[in-house]
Structures are given as C-alpha cells and as structure tokens.
C-alpha cells in the first residue's frame, strides 16, 4: 500500500506548539541537572577537604562565569520542577486538553523566567 501523505524532512520548517517546546526542555533541564549533580557534588567534596580548598572555592564561585553557571543550573532546577508540577497537576485530569497544555506551557516559561530574574538579583 503506498502512502501519500506529504513528507517534510526539513526540520527547520516544522512547526511545534509550544506544548513541545516545554516538552523538549523538560528533558533538556532534567539532562543538565544530571550533569549538574556531578559538578556540585565535586564542589561540595572540594570544600569539605580543609578550610584552604574551601576558601579557594569560595572565591571561584564569587566569578562572573562561575555565577553564570550556578545562574543556569538554578533556572534549569526551577524549570524542571515547574514543569514536573504541571505534569503532576495534569495526572490529576486538570489542563489534559490542547488549550489547558497551552496554558500550563505558558505559565511554567513565565514562572520560569521570573523565577530566573530572581535568582540572577540574589547572585549580583
């Protein structure tokens, strides 16, 4: 049987609701909190060594790069969770339509970037 529905193999072309934007950084954040995990657990090691390596490491983290990174790990640990809840909210038969997951998407990137500011004012 030969399909004749229309192929379009261009991905810069596709057009995503933003229900998969979310979706796609959903996975992204929880991705980077991985490999986040790893690089604060070697932190905390470093600064549990002696009262040298914990100065060091206290003035690394008073960078701009290093507040950078912390800056990004926060947004992406604040992202995950506001999206985890409205997939718990969902769960529970709330928002499981087109136009509740629209809005559920769109109140977790708002949450997200004010919560985002917030950490940036409380790091400078």
């Not at 909190?33 to 070697?42: E, G, I, K, R, T």
């Not at 969770?81 to 718990?88: D, E, N, R, Y």
Request: proline share 3%.
């Amino acid at each position: 049987m030969k399909d004749n529905r229309p192929v379009n193999l261009d991905i810069g072309t596709i057009r995503l609701p933003i229900t998969a934007y979310a979706s796609i950084l959903h996975r992204v954040s929880g991705v980077i909190m991985v490999v986040a995990s790893f690089l604060l657990l070697w932190a905390l090691d470093l600064s549990l060594a002696g009262p040298e390596t914990f100065a060091r490491l206290g003035e690394l983290f008073g960078s701009p790069l290093l507040k950078i990174v912390v800056w990004g790990i926060a947004t992406a640990l604040l992202y995950h969770s506001f999206a985890g809840v409205k997939h718990l909210i969902m769960d529970f038969g709330v928002g499981e339509t087109m136009e509740g997951g629209v809005l559920g998407a769109r109140l977790v990137f708002v949450l997200t970037a004010i919560s985002a500011v917030l950490v940036g004012v409380v790091l400078w």
